[in-house]
T-cell receptor
Framework: GENVEQHPSTLSVQEGDSAVIKCTYSDSASNYFPWYKQELGKRPQLIIDIRSNVGEKKDQRIAVTLNKTAKHFSLHITETQPEDSAVYFCAARNSGYSTLTFGKGTMLLVSP | KAGVTQTPRYLIKTRGQQVTLSCSPISGHRSVSWYQQTPGQGLQFLFEYFSETQRNKGNFPGRFSGRQFSNSRSEMNVSTLELGDSALYLC????????????FGPGTRLTVL
């Protein structure tokens, strides 16, 4: 089955800096890659996603890049703010199934 | 549209008991997936239902089961509870039929004593 590795497990940045979280996946048939943000005590929220026919997608301060050949995808957050502090999860979905396989999560801490 | 709802939000049970959790998806969504979230293992897939049929199942013992009703509401049941079943149980709804996005409910926090 699919295996998703996520790095780093924790990331501390200063407000205004950029943050990058990287994920690799094992199943070359995976074609959908969402990112979720989970604040303490809250549900995971979908913040951005990318499909395998696209290399990059942006939404304001966040962007996701996908390298199908290397089987890795990354989340980029620019001009970080304290409210960006949360746990971020990447996930991958195989085209033949609807289930998501999640990475272990990255705890992002943005200091003022 | 109203979001995904889950009941109850908190549960405390003792070993050996059984529990039933409920999930109401976003109106019009036909797919419901269940996940177990723990600090050590992260988010692990339990099973997925689409139009009352289980489409996929994760690597959990048979004590974990589920079902989906004709209105797309779903329930999961855990029998013979163990201490290790303590976790946040999240359901996620999706339109299905080629639409990928999954939206999570607030979860049910299950504590097994």
């Amino acid at each position: 089955g699919e295996n998703v590795e996520q790095h780093p497990s924790t990331l501390s940045v200063q407000e205004g800096d950029s943050a990058v979280i990287k994920c690799t996946y094992s199943d070359s048939a995976s074609n959908y890659f969402p990112w979720y943000k989970q604040e303490l005590g809250k549900r995971p929220q979908l913040i951005i996603d990318i499909r395998s026919n696209v290399g990059e997608k942006k939404d304001q301060r966040i962007a996701v890049t996908l390298n199908k050949t290397a089987k890795h995808f990354s989340l980029h957050i620019t001009e970080t703010q304290p409210e960006d502090s949360a746990v971020y999860f990447c996930a991958a979905r195989n085209s033949g199934y609807s289930t998501l396989t999640f990475g272990k999560g990255t705890m992002l801490l943005v200091s003022p | 549209k109203a979001g995904v709802t889950q009941t109850p939000r908190y549960l405390i049970k003792t070993r050996g008991q059984q529990v039933t959790l409920s999930c109401s998806p976003i109106s019009g969504h036909r797919s419901v997936s269940w996940y177990q979230q723990t600090p050590g293992q992260g988010l692990q897939f339990l099973f997925e239902y689409f139009s009352e049929t289980q489409r996929n199942k994760g690597n959990f013992p048979g004590r974990f089961s589920g079902r989906q009703f004709s209105n797309s509401r779903s329930e999961m049941n855990v029998s013979t509870l163990e201490l290790g079943d303590s976790a946040l149980y999240l359901c996620a709804s999706s339109p299905g039929q080629g639409r990928d996005e999954q939206f999570f409910g607030p979860g049910t926090r299950l504590t097994v004593l």
